[in-house]
């Protein structure tokens, strides 16, 4: 939802601007791909499936 008029943007009744100061990167990722907070073990096995994924080249 968009309060344009408040400044207000709303995803699933969470306030993006509280989403954003509050929540890491991968629970905001887990809300966005399956329509909810995740719970302590879905936030670990999500943050572990992405650091498995992740590719850091050696400096040159």
Same mark, same amino acid.
């Given at each position: 939802?968009?309060?344009?008029?408040? %400044?207000?943007?709303?995803? #699933?009744?969470?306030?993006?601007?509280?989403? /954003? $100061?509050?929540?890491?990167?991968?629970?905001?990722?887990?809300?966005?791909?399956? %329509?909810?907070l995740p719970n #302590?073990?879905?936030?670990?096995?999500?943050? /572990? $499936?992405l650091r498995s994924?992740?590719?850091?080249?050696?400096?040159?």
């Amino acid at each position: 939802m968009v309060d344009g008029q408040n %400044g207000r943007l709303v995803y #699933r009744g969470y306030v993006i601007a509280d989403l /954003a $100061e509050e929540m890491s990167y991968e629970e905001v990722a887990y809300l966005l791909w399956h %329509g909810e907070l995740p719970n #302590r073990a879905q936030l670990e096995e999500l943050t /572990a $499936e992405l650091r498995s994924n992740r590719r850091l080249t050696p400096a040159a």
